[in-house]
């Protein structure tokens, strides 16, 4: 048992989603693959997947030593063409409000947990390059904060660095 009682197990899979799976939803998969990645399947998508990975979210994550630059922007619909069934996930977490919509009508035949995290969109916050990686790297603070106080400490290799 861990020694934070509101600390929970992780689940066997967890797919995170949001608007177009390139900034929030693969920033997440990425550092929670860090963070607990050996115990747990993550995946993430998007409600459309119209856009290429963020360069300023792979240089936040990079940042922490989390690479996304091979990340492939997929959309609800892509998951299940390449071959992962919404039902097999245990647990969905969905970081803006229109993938909670999405999420929530996709499930309603499964028994499946949706849950709503509320995690700051970055696009288009700041004029300068730094006001613009700050506001991503608040993103990805975010990220971690809701990963550590869900799920622990990070286990994962590596995972002293965050």
Known sequence: MPA?????????SVLFCCDHNSVRSPMAEGI??????????I???GVRSDMEIDGF?????EEIGVELSRHRSRSFDEMEEWGDDLS???LVL???PASQRRALD????YHLDVEYWPILDPTGLGRTREEKLDAYRQTRDMI???LTERWGAPRGQGAGAA
């Open 106 to 109: 996709l499930t309603r035949f």
């Open 88 to 90: 097999s996930f245990d």
């Open 94 to 96: 969905a970081l803006s």
């Open 43 to 45: 995946q993430s998508v």
């Open 32 to 41: 929670m693959k860090k963070f607990y990645g050996t115990e747990c399947y």
């Open 144 to 146: 971690i904060a809701k």
């Open 4 to 12: 934070d009682a509101s600390v929970q197990n992780l689940p066997q």
């Open 57 to 61: 979210a792979i240089t936040v994550c």
